[in-house]
């Protein structure tokens, strides 16, 4: 099993930033993918951004230039740099880890992310 906590959620204003962390913990077996998904209300949950083990890195397009997704993998820890937010930004982002041989997920509990003025 693998456990995702997350952190650094909150209420920003329009044009601000966040910086929110996940620190996986368990049995955790390289190589494996860590990415942040979001969930709007009434909205499917979608991909926000993904980096592998080596580092490379995909983002939706929503968040190309805005968002900065990093990880320490001596922490088995996975960074968002949210920044430049909108309303639109708002949601509850989650943190997934995926073992990749297998494509096995798991997934925090949320944090919520919540732009407004």
């Known amino acids: 099993q693998v456990q995702l906590v997350e952190s650094g959620g909150g209420l920003v204003q329009p044009g601000g930033s966040l910086r929110l962390s996940c620190a996986a913990s368990?049995?955790?077996?390289?190589?494996?993918?860590m990415g942040w998904y979001r969930q709007a209300p009434g909205k499917q949950r979608e991909l926000v951004a993904r980096i592998t083990s080596a580092g490379s890195t995909n983002y939706a397009d929503s968040v190309k230039g805005r968002f900065t997704i990093s990880r320490d993998n001596a922490k088995n820890t996975v960074y968002l740099q949210t920044n430049s937010l909108t309303p639109e930004d708002t949601a509850v982002y989650y943190c997934n880890y995926r073992f990749v041989p297998n494509g096995r997920d798991y997934w925090g509990q949320g944090t919520q992310v919540t732009v407004s003025s």
């Open positions: 368990g049995s955790i077996f390289s190589p494996y993918e």
